[in-house]
């Protein structure tokens, strides 16, 4: 099937249950969805998504959070804690100092364990416990981790998580150990961990529930789902663009699945979809490298290095599916350095919204695109913050304000505010 945002609804497939199936990316092989654990094609290797017979329109949305959007899922009820319902923060100043017509910041640190990942396992666990699988598993820059214990552990399930040694910031650590996670520190980075899952799950030794799962980014892309509800309520409109961290590239994948699906149910038209902008770390930024080249695969960095650990990764897994979503909606995507992302975080903080610094790269991205006359004036814009400044709480300190010692008396506490 065509990744073309106007290309007609797929008619259901023998192999479709209850108008649910698997498809394949590039050679377009289709697949039963919960006949047999697989992540990628069996016959060409591609990577595979979720398809529905009726893709869901505004209307068919009842409740709240994720499962808000059954009608869009493979299941009506998932393993939940529960997630979703993000808010959608106003920051006038913010808004007034980057200069564009409307600025909103989607803050998915929010959510349960504290970033978006907690959609996409509330959808993947459920398919894990449908599959009749006893452990699960993922390689993790840490928000990952943290998502899957929680998940895992409310399901009853084993979990084990691969994290690059030294690499991963000790907040994230701290939900994986405690939601009884088995914590195995790789020497390698994240993509090397990433191999190894993959290796583990070929072996059947694991279900893997990273993004590669198609299932997992059905849960994210209730992100879209969500911002495009929010801002037409608010507005009577929808945003023009979405700014947004990219590491593994899920959740462009995801959003621009979740456009693709109302424009084939009539709910949304083609000239109102939001153009995806993703930023990432100039030591870690693959995809803005195959963006601004023009290519359409991406070369993998196999040494990266970044402040914003969440997207400290140099191979992008869903790249075949973000490219086009880049490309077909208008959009772009920038790089920034780790001096911007912690300038962004500061400025995020002064407005009330605490991120993480991977978060703070969209705002980051925003900035330098509207500098350079990318981003327009009159845009209305949302930018997606992924995890909250918990997270990583040695980033946060280091970028805030430092202790003052001062005197245990009040008139010299005084004195000292007023000379300094």
Same mark, same amino acid.
């Given at each position: ?244 961290? +990219? !590491?593994?590239?899920?959740?462009? $994948? /995801?959003?621009?699945?979740?456009? %693709?699906? *109302?424009?084939? #149910? =009539?709910?949304? &038209? ?82 009330? +919204? !605490?991120?993480?610094?991977?978060? $703070? /790269?969209?705002?980051?991205?925003? %900035?330098? *695109?509207?500098? #350079? =006359?990318?981003? &327009? ?44």
């Amino acid at each position: 099937m065509s990744f073309d945002l106007t290309a007609a609804t797929p008619a259901a497939p023998a192999v479709a249950d209850d108008g649910v199936w698997l498809a394949c990316i590039e050679c377009g092989e289709q697949f039963a969805p919960f006949s047999a654990i697989r992540y990628t094609c069996d016959h060409c290797d591609g990577l595979l998504e979720v398809r529905y017979a009726d893709p869901p329109t505004f209307d068919d949305f009842e409740g709240r959070g994720v499962w808000r959007y059954a009608a869009g899922l493979p299941f009506a009820e998932g393993v939940t804690l529960p997630e979703g319902d993000t808010p959608l923060h106003r920051v006038p100043r913010l808004e007034e100092s980057v200069g564009v017509d409307t600025l909103r910041i989607k803050h998915e640190g929010m959510n349960p364990t504290g970033s978006f990942k907690d959609r996409g396992m509330t959808v993947g666990v459920r398919v894990a416990r449908e599959l009749g699988v006893d452990r699960l598993a993922c390689a993790s820059t840490g928000n990952t981790s943290a998502a899957l214990a929680a998940y895992g552990g409310r399901a009853g399930m084993a979990t084990l998580v691969l994290l690059p040694a030294g690499k991963v910031a000790a907040g994230k650590i701290a939900q994986a150990a405690l939601h009884d996670a088995r914590i195995l520190e790789v020497d390698g980075n994240f993509d090397d961990c990433l191999d190894i899952v993959q290796n583990l799950a070929a072996r059947g030794e694991v279900y893997l529930l990273n993004s590669l799962n198609p299932f997992r980014l059905e849960g994210q892309k209730t992100i879209g789902f969500e911002i495009l509800e929010a801002f037409r309520d608010d507005y009577g409109r929808f945003p023009d663009r979405i700014v947004l961290p +990219v !590491g593994n590239a899920g959740n462009t $994948a /995801a959003l621009y699945k979740c456009f %693709r699906e *109302l424009v084939q #149910s =009539g709910a949304l &038209d083609p000239e109102q979809v939001p153009k995806l902008t993703g930023v990432q770390a100039e030591g870690a930024a693959p995809m803005v490298e195959a963006v601004q080249e023009g290519n359409d695969t991406v070369r993998r960095w196999d040494d990266v290095e970044t402040i914003a650990t969440a997207i400290r990764i140099g191979n992008p897994v869903n790249a075949p599916k973000a490219l086009p979503g880049i490309r077909n909606t208008g959009g772009t995507a920038v790089a920034v350095s780790d001096e911007e992302i912690t300038d962004a975080q500061r400025t995020l903080a002064r407005e009330g +919204v !605490g991120v993480e610094p991977a978060s $703070a /790269a969209s705002v980051a991205g925003l %900035r330098k *695109l509207r500098d #350079s =006359g990318v981003v &327009d004036a009159d845009e209305d814009v949302v930018c997606l913050t992924t995890g909250h400044l918990l997270k990583d709480p040695d980033a946060a300190f280091a970028a805030g304000n430092k202790p003052e010692s001062v005197p245990n008396d009040t008139d010299e506490i005084l004195t000292y505010l007023a000379e300094n």
